[in-house]
C-alpha cells in the first residue's frame, strides 16, 4: 500500500483516536476539513481540525468502522467506509462515509467527509444527548463561521490599507 493510501486510511479509521500532536503530524499547516452533511461545516488548521472532531466525539462513546474501498489518484485517495457511531445513551448507528483525502508532501491537505446527517439526526439524537450535541456542533459552528468572518474582514482591512498606500 502506498505511503499516501496508508495516511487517508490511517486518519479516515482512527480520527477517534486524534490527538492535538497527532493533527500536527498528520495536517499541512493549512490544511482543510469539510464536513459535507447537511449542515457543511469546514474548518481550516490542524488544530481547528481537532477541535471539531473532538466536539464530536465527545458526545460519543466509541466506534467501530469497517473500510469497503480505497482508490488513489495521484495525490487523492478516497475511502468507502461505515462507522458505527454508539452514542453515550446508548444507542448506535451505522453511517455510510465517503472520504476524499488530498496528501500534499506527506501530510493531509484536504479532507472532505460526505455523509448524511439525517442519519445520526433520526437514529441517535433525541433526548438530552441529542440536545447537548445539537446545542454543542452549532455553538462550534458559530465560533468557526466567526473567526472565519474576523479573518476576512482583516484580509479586507489589509487590501484596502495597500491600495490606499499605492494610489
Not at 469546514?42 to 481547528?48: G, L, M, T, Y
Request: glycine share 4%; net charge negative; charged share 35%.
Amino acid at each position: 500500500m502506498s505511503d499516501n493510501k496508508e495516511l487517508a486510511k490511517r486518519c479516515a479509521l482512527t480520527w477517534f483516536e486524534l490527538t492535538p500532536e497527532m493533527a500536527r503530524e498528520w495536517f499541512t499547516e493549512d490544511a482543510v476539513y469539510e464536513s459535507r452533511s447537511d449542515k457543511g461545516i469546514a474548518v481550516k488548521s490542524p488544530e481547528e481540525i481537532y477541535k471539531l472532531l473532538d466536539l464530536y466525539r465527545s458526545q460519543c462513546d466509541h466506534f467501530e468502522y469497517r473500510l469497503l474501498n480505497i482508490a488513489e489518484e495521484g495525490d487523492v485517495v478516497l475511502l468507502e467506509r461505515e462507522e458505527i457511531t454508539y452514542l453515550k445513551n446508548g444507542k448506535s448507528v451505522n453511517v455510510p462515509v465517503m472520504s476524499s483525502i488530498q496528501i500534499r508532501n506527506g501530510k493531509i491537505a484536504l479532507w472532505r467527509d460526505y455523509w448524511d446527517l439525517a442519519i445520526i439526526m433520526n437514529h441517535l439524537m433525541d433526548g438530552e444527548v441529542g440536545e447537548q450535541a445539537t446545542e454543542a456542533f452549532d455553538s462550534y459552528q458559530e465560533e468557526a463561521q466567526k473567526r472565519e468572518e474576523d479573518e476576512n474582514r482583516e484580509l479586507t482591512q489589509r487590501k484596502n490599507y495597500e491600495l490606499e498606500m499605492f494610489q
